[in-house]
């Protein structure tokens, strides 16, 4: 070919290509028919077509036309060069070509997937691999088909020092990760621009999660109620276990308690404590329990001074609210609707029995009494009467109150005094009864001199004394004559005389004689008598 110089008509370019895909150089030299060398970063691969070293190369082309194209199956990264087409007799050489493998990354591997678990009330951390890639991926985040930002990203070159490997953390708060969630991790370079992806589903992990219904409410004492505990748990429910007021139910296991409650409901809740693997979750509940009056403190009864106060203390339970009403034993008069009971400066006729009465409506009542003590002077309260016959033996009575005790107890007549005992025609008996002290005086062979004399009972204790004036009368006698039926005036009452019958009446006042002193005060045709200490 003298005369005749050899040119290119095609040269290798820099091409790009993906790691697995084949690929081309092309290099044409017509007319030329010497010996062609592809050159790989500077060393030759063979010499002409022969490039036994390198199995996956190949020349290919008509070499009677001068095509000497390097043909590359299955390129790899190693074959990521520089390549040149050499005429080794033409001394020529084409341009240099760059061929740049492009190696996707890995299949990204999100770490803990498929199921992420965590607590809740945690925050999410999640981190996601991809590894072995040319150029280094990118990696995005996407739940559900919307992209999550504020990741972290970080690179990694490998030794070859071509490759890099990937890494991405996700933060994702607790208010913002719902169980259930799946979220994806995708990574992507020009090797593969649409990416490849993987994903884990979210699994928040929770203590149990309990309702505790109570069927029926209200409910009457003595009826059954049904307790059922419901549960949500993530990892699920594994025990559980019943409580009333503290104290385990060991015959329940399950999660529905039945039971015919009582009034104790109202107070000692019954609990249900519910357990998975992570802990135990307690919820308790009282019962709208409808039940009568029952007794929360006891009143007691109280012994006080005359002019002192006393003070009662009657408490109750009940449900729905109850009424406490304190009253006196024999009287309608409501003194207080309280649970204490106070009254001011007692006087004697403040004791006696007092009671204590609360009520639930339409359930029930209940009642507690006591009694109330006052210590002062005796009181002299006996009405008893006795017939006597002239000639037979007679008796009156004087019956006393006293608190303390009588110290004493003394009959006078005329100038008789007689405590106890015997004397002359005249006996004197006391005798102790629960309601206070009964003293006889007994007359052997009553005279009509008996029926004109004034008896005087009386009786002393540490705070005082009484009496009372006592008279005797004949049995069957007229009105006008001297008859038998006795008179006992009460304690410091008066009683009126009409004609020679009694009646009994008590005055708002009486004229007060100087001590020791009888005296009379007449109102038309009676007299009011009295005894005064």
């Not at 006591?370 to 006795?386: E, H, W």
């Not at 002290?437 to 204790?461: E, G, H, R």
Request: aromatic residues 6%.
């Amino acid at each position: 070919m003298r005369g005749t110089v050899a040119m290119f008509s095609q040269q290798p370019q820099d091409l790009v290509v993906v790691a697995g895909q084949p690929v081309t150089l092309p290099c044409s030299i017509p007319g030329y028919h010497g010996v062609v060398l592809w050159i790989k970063n500077g060393l030759a691969l063979g010499v002409g077509r022969d490039l036994s070293g390198y199995p996956r190369y190949t020349v290919i082309g008509d070499h009677g036309s001068g095509e000497h194209h390097l043909r590359i199956q299955r390129v790899e990264l190693t074959d990521d060069a520089v390549f040149e087409c050499q005429a080794v007799q033409a001394a020529m050489r084409s341009r240099p070509a760059r061929l740049t493998v492009l190696v996707p990354p890995e299949d990204p591997v999100i770490s803990g997937g498929p199921v992420v678990s965590l607590r809740a009330g945690d925050p999410l951390n999640l981190t996601c691999h991809a590894d072995n890639a040319k150029p280094a991926a990118s990696i995005i985040w996407i739940r559900n088909g919307e992209v999550l930002n504020g990741a972290m990203y970080s690179k990694t070159l490998l030794r070859d020092g071509k490759r890099e490997s990937t890494v991405s953390t996700l933060y994702l708060s607790p208010s913002n990760i719902e169980t259930g969630q799946q979220i994806i991790c995708k990574a992507s370079n020009k090797a593969v621009p649409n990416g490849k992806e993987t994903s884990v589903t979210i699994d928040i992990q929770h203590l149990p999660l309990v309702n505790l219904s109570v069927e029926p409410q209200p409910v009457l004492e003595g009826n059954l109620v049904k307790f059922h505990c419901s549960a949500k748990a993530n990892p699920p429910v594994t025990h559980y276990r019943w409580a009333k007021g503290g104290s385990i139910i060991k015959e329940v296991s399950g999660d529905t308690y039945e039971v015919i409650v009582d009034h104790s409901f109202f107070t000692e809740p019954v609990s249900c404590e519910v357990t998975n693997p992570l802990g135990s979750t307690n919820i308790s509940r009282n019962v709208d329990v409808y039940f009568g009056p029952r007794m929360a403190a006891e009143p007691q009864s109280l012994q006080v001074d005359l002019g002192s106060d006393a003070v009662f203390n009657c408490a109750w339970t009940g449900n729905p609210s109850l009424t406490i009403v304190w009253m006196k034993r024999g009287s309608g008069v409501v003194l207080s609707n309280e649970n204490l009971l106070t009254l001011k400066s007692v006087r004697q006729e403040d004791a006696g029995k007092y009671v204590c009465r609360a009520v639930v409506p339409r359930v029930g009542a209940g009642e507690k009494e006591v009694s109330l003590t006052v210590n002062g002077p005796p009181t002299i309260s006996s009405t008893q009467t006795q017939q006597a016959l002239h000639g037979e033996k007679g008796q009156i009575k004087c019956f006393i109150r006293s608190t303390p005790p009588p110290d004493r107890i003394a009959w006078s007549w005329k100038e008789t005094v007689l405590e106890s005992g015997t004397s002359g025609r005249y006996t004197v008996e006391t005798v102790n009864t629960e309601e206070g002290v009964i003293s006889t005086l007994t007359m052997s062979n009553i005279v009509p001199a008996d029926f004109q004399t004034i008896y005087n009972c009386t009786a002393w204790n540490s705070f005082g004394s009484d009496t009372e004036i006592i008279r005797l009368k004949e049995q069957g006698g007229s009105q006008g004559s001297t008859g038998s039926t006795f008179l006992l005036f009460k304690s410091r009452g008066c009683g009126f005389l009409e004609s020679d019958h009694v009646a009994f009446y008590s005055l708002p006042t009486c004229k007060q004689g100087t001590h020791g002193d009888d005296y009379a005060s007449q109102m038309h045709t009676h007299s009011c008598v009295r005894q005064w200490k």
